[in-house]
């Protein structure tokens, strides 16, 4: 089972449309979560940290559910501009063997559309 | 703008050669990873470090070796390139202390593309 595991995708929307994307990771001790970015032929970004209370920036909401292991991504009101490469990103930052490595999924594709 | 810097860019080589590809970071990071990824595949971590003079393997069976001597430099090395190294590689740096600490984002270089005829 890998580490970090993302839906497949990829997702093809319409502009306004809204969007989830789901991860679930298999290291209950991972401690820090993010969602990042990345379009074509470019380096990953940081789109946002995930918190374990959830948190929102705009249009973007990450949930956390540490009992499932699971993290989430919404996007509301799809633009143009959203589409790229989603990756969900685990950290284990509390000792043990993976102490500071960072683990990311396979990436979800977005494609929204006029 | 993130203050990490991969060379080269672009890097055609024949096999068997030896190569380095450098990453640097003056943002002070004590933690320092190298991915490597194909065209529209997923990020590979090949090796990271905690800080100076501490390495470790990643979860991609890589031919490279890697050295962290000063804080802001992680270069990594293929002591004989072949085709199957062919690839972007991708050096990542954040600063975070663990234990309850909040960990920061990772901030990537450009990419290094490998091409090995």
């Known amino acids: 089972r890998k580490e970090v595991e993302q839906d497949p995708g990829p997702f093809n929307v319409p502009e306004g449309a809204t969007v989830a994307f789901n991860c679930t990771y298999s290291?209950?001790?991972?401690?820090?979560f993010f969602w990042y970015r990345q379009d074509c032929r470019k380096e990953p970004k940081l789109l946002m940290s995930v918190y374990s209370s959830g948190n929102e920036d705009g249009r973007f909401t990450a949930q956390l559910n540490r009992a499932s292991q699971y993290i989430s991504l919404l996007i509301r009101d799809s633009k143009l501009s959203d589409s790229a490469t989603y990756l969900c990103?685990?950290?284990?930052?509390?000792?043990?063997?993976?102490?500071?490595?960072?683990?990311f999924g396979q990436g979800t594709i977005l494609t929204v559309h006029p | 703008e993130a203050d990490i810097y991969q060379t080269p860019r672009y890097l055609v080589i024949g096999t068997g050669k030896k190569i380095t590809l450098e990453c640097s970071q003056t943002?002070?990071?004590?933690?320092m990873y190298w991915y490597q990824q194909d065209p529209g595949m997923e990020l590979h971590l090949i090796h990271y470090?905690?800080?100076?003079?501490?390495?470790e393997k990643g979860d991609l069976s890589s031919e490279s070796t890697v050295s962290r001597i000063r804080t802001e430099h992680f270069p990594l090395t293929l002591e004989s390139a072949r085709p199957s190294h062919t690839s972007q590689y991708l050096c990542?740096?954040?600063?975070?202390?663990?234990?309850?600490?909040?960990?920061?984002?990772?901030?990537f270089g450009q990419g290094t593309r490998l091409t090995v005829v």
């Open positions: 990103v685990v950290n284990q930052n509390a000792g043990g063997t993976s102490y500071g490595k960072l683990t």
């Open positions: 990542a740096s954040r600063r975070g202390t663990g234990n309850g600490v909040s960990v920061k984002e990772a901030f």
């Open positions: 470090s905690y800080g100076v003079n501490s390495t």
């Open positions: 943002m002070g990071h004590d933690k």
């Open positions: 290291n209950s001790a991972s401690q820090s």
